[in-house]
């Protein structure tokens, strides 16, 4: 019995030794913080991600992003996706729908389709794609392509958390823990407020917190070319 125990402290002792020098492996930690603004119901809804990271190579093959169509309203609002996904556009509402986008890197149209139907397209360049519908003005939403898989929406409180494991849970990515220690930019987009960004340290183990403070304005391009 005894040892048994010396055997098992033994190894434990070695996980732990191993855990902490295999770089990049759950040391270092998150990004969280808050953001409050100015002019907005609800600071909700705001992208927060980091314009270079670490890329991480996940299978994308399972994940399912979903813009849907009901009561004249896209949802979400705002959809953030890595690079090289596919959304799919299920038309669940009692009339017909026609998804287009203008913007420049990803310019696309669907065309008119029936309530039960659905499309997919995939986006394979990162940027800004204000999706549209031809037959009603007032439906708008956003889906941001981004270079990498860490990023954030806000939460009504405008709570956010880098990586974001809620996100990767709902969308079926494979969970990422932390971030790698080291110096990141931080930046904000919102089709209201004017964008913003922040130079981050993330320790050697442990989380880095940042608050903002947004006000309205035109927001910036993702990534400058
Ligand atoms: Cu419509």
Redesign the pocket.
Known sequence: MKKYNIYLISIIFAAFVLLLYIPGAAVAGKITGAVKVKGLRAPADILVYLTKAPSVSVDLSKTKFVMD?QN?TFLPHVLPIPVGATVLFPNNDK????VFSLSRSNKFNLGSYKPGERKTIRFDKPGIVELR?D??AE?IAYILVLQNLYFAVTDAKGQFEIPDTEYSAKYCIPKIENLPSGKYTVKTWHEKLKTEKQEVVVPDNGDVSIQWNLTRGTPGVLYKR
């Open positions: 169509q004249l009339v017909d729908h026609n519908c037959l009603h439906m």
